[in-house]
């Protein structure tokens, strides 16, 4: 394992992603329990795409008081059938949420009649619970959440809100061959449902994991691009307690 740090945000590099998501899972651990000494509960916002896989799968195996975590995911496509695979609440359900025993685990529904009311009750819920951790990816457009570069906002107003997915965004949900993703862009929705940029930042701790040679631009400009909107993921540099994890294709353009 290599490390580095630019600004605020410290770097992990590992041999692969196996490795990766162990140790992200093994650091993420220890501060769940870190904080479950000192709070009743607490509260965790997840990601969901297929570069979470190994964390979530080493996270679900941890010793952990799971029913004193309210769980929450960042994101959801807008339309989708509530049974569909790619749905980011379904995918974590299958990966995470129905593995453990959680206190409450809170859904977006980007199927909801009125979907500025759901922006809202969720709102009402993320303030009600205040992030302690928050878990997230980097998209090959640097977007974190659905914080493409065209809506990211890092003074927006609100905490969450509907926004339409930019073309690098949606191809990247494209793999034939995982059943979570999809067979071709035109299944893709076009929108979706976002926790914004500083409702993401006001988790006392984050951690980013985002393996594989698809996201070595991403990281390449998460970490020499000057700290923007246009690329979203620069904003971890100013988190106070955030922790970025990497394998060796993802930081193969850092050398």
């Not at 965790?44 to 995911?73: G, M, T």
């Not at 969720?122 to 090959?140: A, H, M, Q, R, S």
């Not at 927006?156 to 059943?179: A, F, H, S, Y």
């Given at each position: ?35 479950l ?33 309210n ?31 959680l ?98 930042f ?24 000057e ?11 100013k ?17």
């Amino acid at each position: 394992m290599r490390e580095l740090k630019k600004e605020n945000l410290a770097v992990k590099i590992f041999e692969n992603r196996e490795l990766m998501g162990a140790a992200a899972a093994t650091v993420a651990a220890d501060k769940i329990v870190e904080l479950l000494k000192k709070k009743e509960f607490i509260n965790i916002v997840f990601a969901a795409a297929p570069s979470q896989n190994e964390f979530l799968a080493n996270l679900s195996e941890k010793q952990i008081d799971w029913k004193r975590v309210n769980a929450f995911h960042m994101d959801e496509y807008v339309g989708l059938n509530n049974n569909a695979p790619q749905l980011f609440g379904n995918f974590l359900k299958e990966r995470f949420f129905g593995k453990v025993s959680l206190r409450n685990t809170f859904y977006l529904n980007g199927s909801a009649p009125d979907l500025g009311q759901e922006c809202k009750r969720y709102t009402e819920l993320l303030e009600k619970y205040p992030t302690d951790i928050v878990f997230l990816g980097i998209g090959e457009n640097t977007h974190v959440a659905f914080n493409d570069p065209h809506v990211a906002d890092f003074n927006d107003p609100v905490m969450v809100k509907i926004v339409d997915l930019d073309e690098k965004n949606r191809t990247q949900q494209v793999d034939p061959g995982d059943p979570s993703c999809f067979n071709h862009i035109e299944e893709v929705p076009t929108h979706a449902i976002t926790l914004t940029v500083p409702a993401l930042f006001k988790a006392d701790y984050a951690y980013a994991i985002a393996p594989g040679e698809k996201k070595a631009d991403a990281i390449y400009h998460t970490l020499n691009e000057e700290i923007q909107e246009n690329y979203p993921s620069t904003i971890l540099r100013k988190h106070p307690n955030a922790v970025l994890f990497i394998d060796e294709k993802s930081a193969e353009k850092l050398i």
